[in-house]
Nanobody, 124 residues
Framework: QVQLVESGGGLVQPGGSLRLSCATS????????MGWYRQAPGKERELVAE???????????NYADSVKGRFTLSSDNAKKTVSLQMNILKPEDTAVYYC??????????????WGKGTLVTVSS
């Protein structure tokens, strides 16, 4: 079964940086998206960034507007890992960050896999 393990969260001052990593296991399929979501206190889980798999077109990286220009998503296809470099962190970035794998079975059907999350706290 697919398992995702996040690491890299912690306490950082505003303007600082953190790098989150997601180690995966059990991925035996080829077509999938990889990304990061976050959930702040009292808010719904939201997409931060993802790499979407392109079966007819190339892979694309998407970012939430709130993190665009500050966060960078990267992946290692061979190792099947995904990382999130977070720069110029703001207090509003404080949240539990979750690694996500979205397996595409059909063009309109998918299955999500989630890690347990890692807490990022941005505070002075």
């Amino acid at each position: 079964q697919v398992q995702l393990v996040e690491s890299g969260g912690g306490l950082v001052q505003p303007g600082g940086s953190l790098r989150l990593s997601c180690a995966t296991s059990g991925i035996d399929f080829s077509v999938y998206d990889m990304g990061w979501y976050r959930q702040a206190p009292g808010k719904e889980r939201e997409l931060v960034a993802e790499i979407t798999s392109g079966v007819t077109s190339g892979d694309k990286t998407n970012y939430a507007d709130s993190v665009k220009g500050r966060f960078t998503l990267s992946s290692d296809n061979a190792k099947k890992t995904v990382s999130l470099q977070m720069n110029i962190l703001k207090p509003e970035d404080t949240a539990v960050y979750y690694c996500n794998i979205r397996r595409w079975v059909l063009s309109s059907e998918y299955m999500d896999y989630w890690g347990k999350g890692t807490l990022v706290t941005v505070s002075s």
